[in-house]
């Protein structure tokens, strides 16, 4: 018998939120290294952040028109 726990919005409104602040910590560390300069991070950061988002928000899109692997 499988055991399903159904998430609350609010648990994965916290997990994205501190999956978030992890990429961005991460992503501000890597720009930095490379460029030495706290503007042109942040900037990346920003735009990196901004596109990805987008990306990701077009790929579940697409996969909402995709039944393979769904159930009724």
């Known amino acids: 018998m499988e055991n399903k726990s159904i998430e609350t919005h609010h648990r994965s409104a916290i997990k994205s939120i501190s999956y978030r602040a992890l990429s961005v910590s991460v992503d501000s560390t890597v720009a930095y290294f490379f460029t030495h300069?706290?503007?042109l991070s942040a900037g990346i950061v920003l735009f990196v952040n901004l596109?990805?988002?987008l990306l990701y928000y077009f790929h579940e899109r697409a996969w909402a028109r995709v039944?393979?692997?769904s159930r009724s």
């Open 67 to 69: 039944r393979w692997g």
């Open 51 to 53: 596109y990805s988002t």
């Open 37 to 39: 300069n706290i503007a």
